[in-house]
Each structure stands twice: as structure tokens, then as C-alpha cells.
T-cell receptor
Framework: KAGVTQTPRYLIKTRGQQVTLSCSPISGHRSVSWYQQTPGQGLQFLFEYFSETQRNKGNFPGRFSGRQFSNSRSEMNVSTLELGDSALYLC?????????????FGPGTRLTVL | SQKIEQNSEALNIQEGKTATLTCNYTNYSPAYLQWYRQDPGRGPVFLLLIRENEKEKRKERLKVTFDTTLKQSLFHITASQPADSATYLCALLSGGYQKVTFGIGTKLQVIP
């Protein structure tokens, strides 16, 4: 079974621009979560989508948005980029069907805002 | 507000010894607690889950304890090896819809 894939792996943008990141979950997983990881804050939850609906949302400004398509692929968009948005953005997929409720993470997208 | 603390940013240990990592939390009543391993440049990888009504869980050289009274989980790696060097994250999950809160992680270095 193929793992979670994220594209692109690296991005360099300038302040004020916008960016769209993509995540393809493991086949059959309907839940996709997004996280921001920085050295000082660790993994911060952005939002979670399940069957095209946002179920949970973290404490991030409205500049961070996402969506999920009918094939469970998800995109995350950040508008009006700020220097502080530089981070590793991770997506994780899960089936949430009992067991360990584990999340399977992708390799991440490293975003640098100049 | 909910807070998760993991002990020290880095833990150095001699090969063959038992590594013990701590995860403390406040203002939270998790239904589950998970431990993940993260290597540099990669996403976290799931290791173990323990439920609120479980005291201990084992998997090969790994052992996790969960004390809901102390609001603490301990993660042990016995007979540690240099390949165990990584950052270990604890994560708390509440019941219902899955919003997961991660600790900042503890970096473990196993010295040969």
C-alpha cells in the first residue's frame, strides 16, 4: 500500500504571496489532518477533514484554509504569507476505525518565506 | 488551556541502558495517549497507543505507562540501541472526533 504523499517537498515564497500544498492519503483513508511543525512550537494542529467536511480546526488565523476532494486528496492554502509561516507542514491520514487510531504521516512540505 | 510537557529537549543515554521519556499534561482528560517516533526530515511514525483505562502497554523493547491521576505517561526503551536515536512525541486524543494534541518531543541520543 502506498504511503501518504505530499507535494511539493520544498517551497520558497516571499511575504504576501499565497501557497497551496497538496496531500494524497493512503488509499481507503477518509480522514486527512494538517499540522504545522516548527522547532519552538512542535506539531500544531491546523485542521482535519473527513469525507470532504472539516470536522476539527486548530487555533490558526483564517489565512490558513483547506479542502478535501471526493477522492480524499486534500489541499491546504495559506494566503498573505508571513515570515512566521516558515515551517514544515505535515499531513496525516487515518481510517479512525478502532484499533490504535494511528495517523500515517507524509514526509512534509518545507515552506520557507523570505 | 491544555498543555503537554515532555521532559527536556534532549536525552543522552549509553547503549544497552533503558531510556525513560516523560509526558505530562494539564487541563486535559484524554481518552487515548499515543507515542510517535520522528527522524530528521521525516514525518512522525506511530509506535504505541494506550487507553485511559490501561495502566501499561508493551511492544517488543517498548513499554508505555499511563497514570491518569498523575496526568503522566512514561515511555521506556529497554536495551537501547544507536538506531533508537530520534525524537519521540507523545500525543493526546480525546474521544469523539479526532483532534490530536502533540507534545514538542524529546530528542533521544543513544551513544555507542
Amino acid at each position: 500500500k502506498a504511503g501518504v504523499t505530499q507535494t511539493p517537498r520544498y517551497l520558497i515564497k516571499t511575504r504576501g504571496q499565497q501557497v497551496t500544498l497538496s496531500c494524497s492519503p493512503i488509499s481507503g483513508h477518509r480522514s486527512v489532518s494538517w499540522y504545522q511543525q516548527t522547532p519552538g512550537q512542535g506539531l500544531q494542529f491546523l485542521f482535519e477533514y473527513f469525507s470532504e467536511t472539516q470536522r476539527n480546526k486548530g487555533n490558526f488565523p483564517g489565512r490558513f484554509s483547506g479542502r478535501q476532494f471526493s477522492n480524499s486528496r486534500s489541499e491546504m492554502n495559506v494566503s498573505t504569507l508571513e515570515l512566521g509561516d516558515s515551517a514544515l507542514y505535515l499531513c496525516a491520514s487515518s481510517s479512525w476505525t478502532g484499533g490504535n487510531n494511528e495517523q500515517f504521516f507524509g514526509p512534509g512540505t518545507r515552506l520557507t518565506v523570505l | 488551556s491544555q498543555k503537554i510537557e515532555q521532559n527536556s529537549e534532549a536525552l543522552n543515554i549509553q547503549e544497552g541502558k533503558t531510556a525513560t521519556l516523560t509526558c505530562n499534561y494539564t487541563n486535559y482528560s484524554p481518552a487515548y495517549l499515543q507515542w510517535y517516533r520522528q527522524d530528521p526530515g521525516r514525518g512522525p511514525v506511530f509506535l504505541l497507543l494506550i487507553r485511559e483505562n490501561e495502566k501499561e502497554k508493551r511492544k517488543e523493547r517498548l513499554k508505555v505507562t499511563f497514570d491518569t491521576t498523575l496526568k503522566q505517561s512514561l515511555f521506556h526503551i529497554t536495551a537501547s540501541q544507536p538506531a533508537d536515536s530520534a525524537t519521540y512525541l507523545c500525543a493526546l486524543l480525546s474521544g469523539g472526533y479526532q483532534k490530536v494534541t502533540f507534545g514538542i518531543g524529546t530528542k533521544l541520543q543513544v551513544i555507542p
